[in-house]
């Protein structure tokens, strides 16, 4: 059975940093594209950075770009999201999930990733 789990979330001020992992069980990670998604209550849920199966490809929303980093260690099956310079705005439910593809139009490819996470709170704030 496969698994996804995060970890890593928790409260930071504004500018600050965080790592998410998600951790996958069940399955090599590198069998998928692996997507970060989050949400905030009454809206969608929105990728935010994803990576290709054969790591070659990464896409990121113009609300993260430069500021999000995506990662994967094929020898721990654990994919990570860098967050850096965090704003209020990026607050929310941060989820991780295996999908056929890491395309430009990440934001909008929730329906086609799989296989997800439980997700884990992001908070910033002062």
């Known amino acids: 059975q496969v698994h996804l789990v995060e970890s890593g979330g928790g409260l930071v001020q504004p500018g600050g940093s965080l790592r998410l992992s998600c951790e996958v069980s069940?399955?090599?990670?590198?069998?998928?594209?692996i997507g970060w998604f989050r949400q905030v209550p009454g809206t969608e849920r929105e990728g935010v950075i994803c990576i290709s199966r054969d790591n070659y490809d990464i896409y990121d929303s113009d609300s993260v770009k430069g500021r999000f980093f995506i990662s994967r260690d094929t020898a721990k099956n654990t994919a990570y999201l860098q967050m850096n310079s965090l704003k209020p705005e990026d607050t929310g439910v941060y989820y991780c999930?295996?999908?056929?593809?890491?395309?430009?139009?990440?934001?909008?490819?929730?329906?086609?990733?799989?296989?997800w996470g439980q997700g884990t709170q992001v908070t910033v704030s002062s």
């Open positions: 999930a295996g999908g056929p593809l890491c395309l430009s139009t990440i934001e909008t490819m929730a329906q086609q990733y799989a296989i």
């Open positions: 069940g399955t090599p990670t590198d069998h998928w594209a």
